[in-house]
């Protein structure tokens, strides 16, 4: 039997909003069967607690963000990919602001204090979306994300495919496609960071957005280059921080997905229009779990993920 997880252990983080600038002080705490991903704001008297689940997200722009009466936590999208990533079903995720820490930009950190507070399996199956039947969103005319498409497929596992396009001559076009069954998401998406463009960042910053980009949290890229020390971790870092991006949206189903997903251009607001979307349809997919052992499992989910250096 595939069994739910939790963590062994609290552990503790501190960092800083991209978009808000403030230091956050953040605790992951065990939490028991079907508790799902909560998040607390424990600065708030008294705190506010918010599922991560879709009908909570209040705003896709540049981040996703879920609210609950008016408290809202931006940015939650690593690390709820870093959980899916780990195969982890229930945890309390306690924060001292209203934006999630961008450590260095990607998943990585987050993985390194999950495995860190340890893993452990719980009495009860873990429960899986399979998707029984495709489902397609395009962004409509007039919508900042009119060019954007997502999809998701029957597929007998989980992978992702995705393109990006940008008007600029380092980026370009990336593609990848990453199938779990074959790939670790530790060592090939959690270390992918997120970038930006230097000539976008004066005017977000004068929006109040990406206050705290620095070459030490974001790849920075001009017309020329890669301007961080370094250079890129992978040769399509790129688009691998997108399919990161788009594990963690998906997350907010509240399960993992027994499917394929296959973006073009799709960003946060991509995923939220398609996780509607899909629970909207009911004939497109079915909650499974994989209690027999004669029933193969998906390979992402057979094993607590070792420790990689």
């Known amino acids: 039997m595939i069994r739910q997880r939790t963590l062994k252990n609290v552990i503790r983080g501190r960092g800083v909003g991209l978009h808000t ?3 956050v002080s953040l605790r992951l705490l065990p939490a028991p ?3 799902g991903v909560v998040f607390s704001r424990i600065d708030l008297e008294p705190a506010v607690d918010i599922p991560a689940l879709s009908e909570h997200v209040s705003d896709t722009t540049l981040a996703t963000t879920i609210a609950k009466g008016g408290c809202r936590i931006s940015t939650i999208e690593h690390l709820m990919s870093a959980l899916y990533g780990l195969g982890i079903d229930n945890v309390f995720v306690e924060l001292s602001g209203p934006e999630m820490p961008l450590m260095d930009g990607c998943a990585g950190t987050f993985v390194f204090l999950l495995q860190s507070a340890g893993i452990e399996e719980q009495n009860a199956p873990k429960r899986f979306i399979r998707i029984k039947k495709p489902v397609t969103v395009k962004g409509p005319e007039g919508e900042r994300w009119f ?3 997502a999809t998701l497929a029957p ?3 989980f992978r992702l495919n995705h393109t990006i396009i940008y008007d600029n001559p380092v980026i370009k076009e990336q593609q990848a496609s990453i199938d779990f069954s074959t790939t670790s998401y530790i060592k090939e998406i959690s270390r992918a960071r997120t970038f930006g463009l230097m000539q ?4 977000l910053r004068e929006q109040n957005q990406a206050v705290c980009a ?3 949290n974001v790849v920075a890229v001009d017309q020329f280059q890669v301007l961080n020390d370094g250079g890129l971790r992978h040769e399509n870092e790129f688009v691998r921080h997108k399919i990161l991006d788009a594990i963690g949206d998906l997350y907010l189903l509240g399960h993992p997905i027994v499917g394929e997903f296959t973006g073009h251009k799709s960003g946060h607001a991509a995923h939220h229009a398609l996780r509607e979307e899909l629970l909207q349809h009911t004939d497109a997919w079915e909650m499974v779990t994989f209690e027999s052992a004669d029933e193969p499992a998906p390979h992402l989910y057979a094993e607590i993920p070792a420790v990689e250096n």
Request: aromatic content about 6%; proline content about 0%; overall charge negative.
């Open 147 to 149: 060019d954007q498409s």
């Open 155 to 157: 597929h007998d596992g």
């Open 200 to 203: 976008e960042f004066d005017s």
């Open 214 to 216: 620095s070459h030490d």
């Open 33 to 35: 069967v079907d508790t």
């Open 21 to 23: 600038g403030e230091t």
